[in-house]
């Protein structure tokens, strides 16, 4: 061998004529020697193929065949191969994305002398087809690893995989017989696993495909378990129905996917900065707050919505009525109670269905009365933006900030008085308000000034109950007309107490 020929890099090299030619006759297969076996890894094609092989060997569909020949042998015959090749294959139990029955290797030939000569004859055309797409792929494969053209192979002499069937194949798969031309949904490999086909399809890691799937539900419907884990198969079907719906497919398939680059373009305007932004809301939870949230729950319940998409999850529409993050929902939700009444566990993630056979007079009862309730919690939101601002733009120097040290006489007096308006029911909070977190409130303080103060147990010169800031509201379920006027000269007094204690 030269080897300056091996390295020049000026002509290109024929490396047979590089070899000794005594070497090279004694290496040159002999007319006598059989075709070379295959080995390595299977083609689509090679499956494909061997499955028509198999269908047809179980049917009794080769008239040339002897009676009782292992599937086995007859295989690694067609595909020319060793039987050992064979057999590992069928081990795996699947081929062409389809179940094998075990120990199928064994199996013999029967020969089925009632077939009818038409299908017989229909069979035989397939395989032939399928042989033909089977030596393209082979001689597709052998160029390539010599690195020589794929496209010298003559498409009129070997049918090219993907090439429609005879018309008698029509007859073949009328009768149930999966050999042969399919038509795929997504021009896909077979092989591929879902959760990886949606990873690349969305542009996202695989692990958000899991743990989506992982939820059991998509789209308000169950899903199977480890269904992530499916392969594509292509599916065996030539008829013009079939063909149809790939269409069909594929164009809602693009209508979706510019729905959803439509969508990933309006959020870079949704997250711009913008001139005025809604202040989130946030801490305590007001009663009317809380009455406003558990009507708007029922609602979703029972599907009032006509404008709220499927599939929405409780825990965001009210964190979008409510105008706050979806973690203070969850975390009033987690609580257990809500306006008095009791919460289920994981309400928070209940899906919204549009109830279709509600009674229109029923809907409209209950969309009004959210419109009152939706009417109160604005106006109540003006409110606190009111006394927010009042409070953070201190009067006089002697008010700004928080109230701290030195407790004067007229506060103890409107803390005295506050005190028995919490435990009578006679204000408008939100059920299970503790006293010290009530009062730190109005007196604009620490929460820490109130359980010092209480801790001493004397206020105006009485004695106070031991842990008395830990007291919860409880409103007054059923008030009477008494109660109404009590609670009104209450808070006369409470309001005019408020203006001696903060004003004068």
Known sequence: MDIA??????????????????????????ESDGPTLRVGAWS????????????????????????????RSFLAQKLECVPMRVSKKLALEQLAGRPLLKKLGQKRYLPNEAVDPAI????????????????????????????????????????????????????????????????????????????????????????????????GSLMGRIIPRKIGTAVYVPKFDTTDEFKQQVEEAQIELNRLRKAINQFTMDIASLLAPVEEQTTLRNGAWSWIEERYTLALIEAFLQGVFPSLPQDSTLRGFIATQLQCVPMRVSKKLASGSLAGKPVVKKLGKSRYFRDETLDFHLQQNILNRLSLLEAAFIQDLKKEKHSSRSVSRPSSPNHGGSRAGHWPLKEEIYVHNLINCFLNGYLDLCPGTTLRSFLADRLNCSPMRI???????????????????????????????????LAHEARVQLNSLHYICFEC
């Open 5 to 30: 020929l091996l390295l020049s890099p000026d002509d290109p090299i024929d490396y047979d004529q590089l070899l000794n030619p005594d070497k090279a006759a004694y290496l040159a297969p002999k």
């Open 44 to 71: 689509f094609a090679e499956e494909a193929y061997t499955m028509a092989l198999i269908e047809a060997f179980l049917m009794g569909l080769l008239p040339n065949l002897p009676a009782g020949t292992p599937l």
């Open 120 to 215: 017989q004859n229909a069979t035989l055309q397939q395989l032939q087809h399928l042989y033909n797409a089977f030596l393209c792929a082979k001689e597709k494969d052998i160029l390539y690893i010599r690195g020589l053209d794929t496209t010298t192979i003559d498409p009129a002499a070997k049918v090219p995989l993907g090439r429609p069937p005879s018309s008698a194949f029509s007859t073949v798969n009328a009768l149930g017989h999966r050999t042969g031309y399919w038509l795929r949904y997504l021009d896909l490999p077979k092989g591929v696993t879902l959760r990886s086909f949606l990873a690349d399809r969305l542009t996202c890691s695989p692990m958000r495909i899991s743990k989506k799937l992982a939820t």
């Open 451 to 485: 359980s010092k103060k209480l801790g001493t147990g004397m206020l105006l010169g009485r004695s106070v109950p031991r842990r008395l800031g830990s007291t919860v509201f409880v409103p007054n379920r059923a008030p009477s007309m008494t109660f109404h006027h």
